[in-house]
């Protein structure tokens, strides 16, 4: 307790970090995956071969390795500067949004067929199809999937601790530098990761059993 | 692919179709070209910066953080099986004794980070007198965070098998164990090897945290080599190199598992189970654990 | 069958560089150090290292892979070179090992204590300087080198002068090591401007990209970077710490301890010192100050 107590401030604004990064880069993979499931199901082949080759990389390529290109190569191409919370919430996205979309596009393929025809029958676009019928039905078969990936989201925001960004991670660089008990400190990081983890695997579950009911 | 979606196009679809085809291609080709041209005009192609792949001993060291890499992931795999297999037994008991505990295990190692678990068995651990190496704490983190993944994986696998089979099971007279280990785990076994493959390939990807506190690992080796001024510093091209040893090593993990499931099918006389109950229960437990 | 594909010209690519492999390394980093004298009969009851050395056949010493001219390891030779590997090697042969008996481990910054708490190595020599602090968890000997704490700017770089100028620069250092703390309690730049890494060599490239405007660190390590790249980097060269470096070893044993206090002394005397020095570090240019032993 006395360790919390001494470094109340370390961990409020460490974890602060993390809700930022969790926060801002959960919106941006939501967003860019939503668009890459699009793509996947497009009746267009050249959207569907580049979204399946996005995913297959990403799907592919560990974390670290993102975060490690985003920091120390991404600046050698002078593109667009990018401080090291802004390179983690883009590394954060890029990988998110590949699993983000597979969620989504195993979401539409659990929507009956007849759906899609008889918003074909009824003159709809592709577009409207997906956005009026297939979607919004998906979304029951989606939201469950999709808080696993944010959960999952939310614990790789300590990746970015080896890059120069003061989030949960980073707890352990500062007590060590302060000849902290780390057993303890770490202890504590842990279980608030528990704390805010388990609220979200439970609301999962709930809606896991009560939409599948629903079904 | 679920090209379920639309009708097979007509005329004026197959033109649209067609603009939208050539406006991908441009669109594709242009986000590829630009960044193609910003790594030519950052110098990133310039031969110096790729001289470092032909010396005989980079290829060496690069080969040895290969294995590296390829031993803490298959030490990290057995041990994670193992130990999710007696996890998944423990939520499966009869006896909340057993019961109790795996699922508190279960619970509690997947919601921690794997790096905070890697920390703390690393950094935190020595101060009650238990010391790891960096290669020791990465597989232990491996083993407990994907072994409670995986004792899911399990349970859903076997909860998803019909109840006849347990039923008829025990009517032929089979005791507890014989009715898991003879009936039960060799059908969920192969129901859920997709699931199961995808997780190694998660454990495999995971290994790239040891990264962090300096296991000589792959990563650890693209770190080392990006920095050397005597090659120009080449952090982008190394950054490439070990991506595509990353893809490759996860996507032929992948194909075999494939090839496996194919050939046991094959063997097997008896007809895949329906595979449409499991995908419920198989996507919440693959994304879990990206 | 994408995979398969994939491994075959994967494995045919490999074929192919392997085919047109190279030796030797691309510039001349070589210097030829002395080399010393292995002592034989070696004795020292009571220090458990000493006896795992022994039983094992082989010293293991931790060292720095990524500095140039202190513990360096060439990627294209695997040799390791430097003043610290000097050090390292001398106190290997007056413990009765020669150069074939070594095993370097590259260990950074961080993880020191760790490594010798955990007796992954038997003894640590790079950069690691002596405080009360760390003697709590490991044990020093030495002195054998003092450095101070400097700044590594880009070589055109003119507004930074030294440590008071550092206000609202971008600065640099290794995660858990003594200049990035310094910098922090004596607040000489902003906290969100202080950049951390796990080794000098990702500063090092951060500051050669321009993201970051100073590496701070022991004018040692800066120099050597600098002496690699002169053409890019200059060491500011006003020193503003005092930073005693000790070889690390196990806390507990303290009959070692004395033996390398012992190996020291009589290297600083009989010229040893002096010589690994110009073979290494004197190279830059700047003279020696000897270091005082201090025992404990």
Known sequence: MSLLSTYSGLFLSAFATTLKLFAFSAVGSLLLG???????????????????????????TPLTLVFFFFTFAYPLLKILKLDYEQGAIVALTLYTSAFICEVVRSGINTVPVGQAEASRALGLTFTQMLGSVVLPQAMRSVVPPLVSTLIALLKNTTVSAGFSVGDAGAIQSTLSE?????????????????VLVLPLTFLQRSLEKRWSVAR | MSNVLFDVPGPKARLRHQILAVVGVIGVAGIVGFIGYRFYDSGQF????????????????????ILATLKAFALGAVMAMLFGAILAAGKLSEHAIWRGPATVIVEVFRAIPLLIMIFFFYFGLPAIDIKMSQFTAVVVGLTLYNGSVLAEVFRAGIMSLPRGQTEAAYALGMRKTQVM???????????????????????????????????KELLDYAKYLGGQGQFGRPLVPVTLVVAAIYVTMCLLLTWLAVTLEKRNRRDKKLTPIDTKALDDVAIPAASQSM | MRARTLAAVLLAGGLALTACGKEGTPGDTGGTAPSQAVASDVKLDGSPTFEKIKSRGRVVIGVKEDQPGLGFK???TNKYSGFDIEIAKLVAAKLGFAEDK????AIASAGREQALINGDVDYYVGTYTINAGRKEKVGFAGPYYTAGQDLLVRKDDTAITGKDALKGKKVCSVTGSTPIKKVKEEGLTEPENITEFQNYSQCVSKLAEGSIDAVTTDDAILKGYAAQEPD????????????????????????LRGKLF?????????????????????????AATKPLIERY
């Open chain 2, 181 to 215: 280990v003879l009936v039960l785990l060799p059908q969920a076994l192969r129901v859920m090897l997709p699931t199961i493959v995808s997780q190694l390939v998660v454990l495999l990807k995971d290994t790239a945290l040891g990264f962090i506190i300096n296991y």
């Open chain 1, 34 to 60: 939503t668009i890459l499931a699009m793509m996947r199901v497009s009746p267009v082949p050249v959207f569907r071969a580049a979204g399946a080759t996005y995913v297959t990389l990403v799907r592919n």
């Open chain 3, 74 to 76: 060439d990627p294209t």
């Open chain 3, 102 to 105: 070594i095993d370097y481990k």
């Open chain 1, 178 to 194: 302060e000849g902290a008990n780390m057993l303890v400190g770490l202890s504590w990081v842990a279980f608030f990761f528990v």
């Open chain 3, 232 to 255: 890019k980097f200059k060491v500011v060269g006003k020193p503003f710490s005092n930073e005693p470096y000790g070889i690390g070893l196990s806390k507990e044993d303290t009959v």
């Open chain 3, 262 to 286: 012992d190996i020291l002394e009589a290297a600083l005397k009989d010229g040893t010192w002096q010589s690994i020095y110009d073979s290494t570090l004197g190279k830059s240019g700047s």
């Open chain 2, 46 to 65: 310039a031969p110096k910066m790729w001289e470092w792949l032909q010396y005989t001993t980079i290829q060496e060291q690069l080969a040895e953080r």
